[in-house]
């Protein structure tokens, strides 16, 4: 697909991709705090807030949710590397109970994050919130699949969006830059399927947009 990748998502919404699952591990905790503090402060930054009280409140917000999803990971990093490597079937059994637990306690974060976003801004303003979260995935790539498929179906462009938005749901619980590419990755998957469900060739839309492309290229230079 001629999508934007996970990384020019990053780089185009002006976010670093440094991981933050166990960076408090090799620094100290300060500097952690910094990291977390100057994220925060570039997602809060695109609410263009008219409160510095509220501005303040929902960079700590942001912050401490970077901080949570850390340490939720990190124990189930740890947990996982004790499991018991006797027997396989113990071993399978332990790491299923170990990662079902972190799913649980991220999807409790979730809810929780999500309600205090919600009791602070309208629902366009947690939208760009949860695009600051995960890079500007949704935007940047359903304006893309918009551009590929400028004819598609109403019903076709709806499962699209819903499909990018239910992968940035999960992503933003991730605890690095790959997992969050694996969600959205995953759900690529899906949205390719439906669009070849209803009888769209893809690669003949891909050569249709680059063409579409370099006739603008080319109208631009001549202008």
Same mark, same amino acid.
Request: net charge negative; glycine share 10%.
């Given at each position: 697909m001629m999508l934007p990748s996970f990384r020019h998502c990053a780089l185009a919404f002006g976010l670093a991709l440094t991981p933050l699952v166990g960076l408090a591990n090799e620094s100290d905790e300060a500097a952690y705090t910094a990291v977390i503090t100057e994220r925060a402060e570039k997602i /809060? %930054?695109?609410?263009k807030l008219s409160d510095a009280a509220q501005h303040e409140r929902l960079r700590g917000l =942001? *912050? !401490?949710q970077y901080r949570s999803l850390r340490d939720i990971h990190a124990a189930r990093d740890t947990k996982l590397a004790e499991q018991p490597d006797f027997d396989a079937g113990l071993g399978a059994a332990f790491t299923k *109970? /170990?990662?079902s637990q972190s799913r649980e306690e991220l999807?409790?974060?979730h809810r929780r994050f999500i309600a205090q976003l919600s009791a602070e801004l309208s629902p366009a303003q947690v939208d760009? /919130?949860?695009d600051g979260l995960t890079y500007g995935v949704v935007p940047i790539t359903f304006k893309r699949y918009c551009e590929l498929l400028p004819d598609m179906p109403a019903d076709l462009r709806r499962a699209i969006h819903a499909n990018l938005l239910e992968a940035r749901e999960y992503a933003m619980d991730a605890g690095s830059s790959d997992e969050k590419h694996a969600w959205f990755g995953k759900y690529k998957g899906r949205i390719n399927n439906l669009i070849s %469900? %209803? !009888? =769209?060739?893809l690669k003949q839309a891909e050569k249709s947009l680059a063409e579409r492309e370099a006739q603008r290229q080319n109208e631009g230079r001549s202008n």
């Open positions: /809060v %930054a695109t609410l =942001i *912050a !401490g *109970a /170990v990662q999807e409790t974060l760009q /919130v949860k %469900a %209803a !009888g =769209i060739d």
